[in-house]
């Protein structure tokens, strides 16, 4: 049983910058991808960023290419997604995804991932 939890939300003006962590406890030795998703007001869950086994690969949405990296620190079982020159459109909450899975497809799926955490909420204005 996984559970995770993320943090570091908050608000910042168009241009700045945020750091989120998800830090997962249990079975953590299982997980293969971690990812980030985002959902916006009246708007669908939709893929950020996923990393798979622990930064060896990763993979990011056209929209936040170069702007944002996902990172992970395997001592501390966390994730982090660093995110620069942010926009008023990457306001959202955002959530933190893992699956024990090795497949290579729909990475960005909100489908593929089991677990998820509570989310934490960012607004940039």
């Known amino acids: 049983h996984v559970q995770l939890v993320e943090s570091g939300g908050g608000s910042v003006q168009a241009g700045g910058s945020l750091r989120l962590s998800c830090v997962a406890s249990?079975?953590?030795?299982?997980?293969?991808?971690m990812a980030w998703f985002r959902q916006a007001p009246g708007k669908e869950r939709e893929g950020v960023a996923a990393?798979?086994?622990?930064?060896?690969?990763?993979v990011y949405a056209d929209s936040v290419e170069s702007r944002f990296t996902i990172s992970q620190d395997n001592a501390k079982n966390t994730v982090y997604l660093q995110m620069d020159n942010l926009r008023p459109e990457d306001t959202a909450m955002y959530y933190c995804?893992?699956?024990?899975?090795?497949?290579?497809?729909?990475?960005?799926?909100?489908?593929?991932?089991?677990?998820w955490g509570q989310g934490t909420q960012v607004t940039v204005s």
């Open positions: 995804a893992a699956d024990p899975s090795h497949e290579w497809t729909r990475i960005l799926s909100v489908k593929r991932y089991p677990i």
């Open positions: 249990g079975s953590t030795s299982e997980l293969k991808f």
């Open positions: 990393s798979y086994i622990r930064g060896m690969s990763t």
